[in-house]
């Protein structure tokens, strides 16, 4: 009988997957258990959805499973992540606020059909105590998600309809006009304050830098050095 | 309080396999319920056992290629939400004869 399953396809499974779906399914079974007796559990899970477990005790299962999570949710699968094995709070009210269930969604913005549909829409402001820039190409009518990409710019992405509605510039005068200087010159058009945790959209920039005697007597001495120069 | 039906899959790891499973609740009370462990095979899942309570009481189905019992056994006499989560247990200890044993049944 075993030689016969040798010839069959989907037959072979190794001993690495196998452990882990016997693993998968103790995690849904202990899943089940506590949910059947807290219903709230399952309240959390949308219907139709396809429930991936996050063990807080085997690392490298959680990996696996939120890789496949991912693979899931970009195959356009509704993926919601249970974390499974988290301590409760001592603290009886802080427990209904406990996280465990995550649903896992794919973003996919895509870049407008037009930008700066009305006159007056391109937005620009400047926060000059955290050097950062924000550009808005729709008048900052929609609320904004920030996905950092890389390199200080992040994407500002309206949550609603995912298309992209303008960009972040963090470290823009100390590293982004040091790369690329004809960026400066857009700090004609910007409004100088400080930005929103709004218009941050969730993004965390670094903390201002504090303004020491050292970095000041540099760029005095800096500028000192220039201006002959430029007077010349 | 009015029931509540809910359902979900559990994606478990090999090669696309899952484990639906569907319930209606009143309250904490189960009141019908199916676990049912699939297999991804030839591009699609294929339902290899059931666990439900179809016909008034718990039992447990062996399928075919095409889905249909081939076999079946009841479940001992304990409440539903018991018999769900020993259904899961089972499908967790049996899943690859199960499996194996299916691909036994290919057409």
Known sequence: ?232 | MPQVRQEFESDIGTKGDIVRVALVRDGKRVVAFVVQYEAWLDETHRPVVRFDTAHGFAHRDILDWQGQTIRWERMPDVNYATALTRAIADIKEEWERYRTDFLRRRP
């Open chain 1, 1 to 232: 009988m075993m030689d016969e399953l040798t010839d069959l396809p989907d037959a072979a499974i190794d001993r690495v997957t196998a452990e882990q779906t016997t693993k998968n399914l103790a995690l849904l079974e202990r899943f089940m258990n506590e949910a059947l007796a807290d219903p709230v559990l399952l309240d959390r899970i949308p219907n139709g959805a396809t429930i991936i477990f996050l063990p807080v005790d085997d690392p490298e299962l959680a990996r696996q499973n939120f890789s496949r999570a991912l693979a899931r949710a970009q195959a356009g699968k509704q993926v919601v992540l249970q974390v499974v094995g988290l301590p409760r709070p001592d603290a009886p009210a802080w427990q209904p606020s406990q996280i465990g269930t995550l649903a896992l969604e794919m973003l996919t913005p895509r870049w407008p059909a037009q930008l700066v549909p009305e006159p007056g829409d391109l937005t620009i402001i400047y926060d000059r105590e955290r050097d950062i820039l924000l550009v808005d190409y729709f008048g900052l009518r929609q609320t904004a998600l920030a996905i950092p990409l890389s390199g200080g710019v992040a994407l500002r992405i309206d949550r609603q309809d995912p298309e992209v509605v303008g960009h972040i510039l963090v470290g823009f005068l100390s590293d982004l006009v040091e790369r690329a200087p004809h960026l400066a010159s857009v700090l004609r058009r910007a409004e100088f304050r400080a930005l929103t945790d709004e218009e941050l959209g969730g993004l965390i920039p670094p903390p201002a830098p504090q303004a020491t005697t050292a970095n000041e007597r540099q760029a005095a001495e800096a500028l000192a050095n220039e201006l002959p120069r430029l007077i010349a």
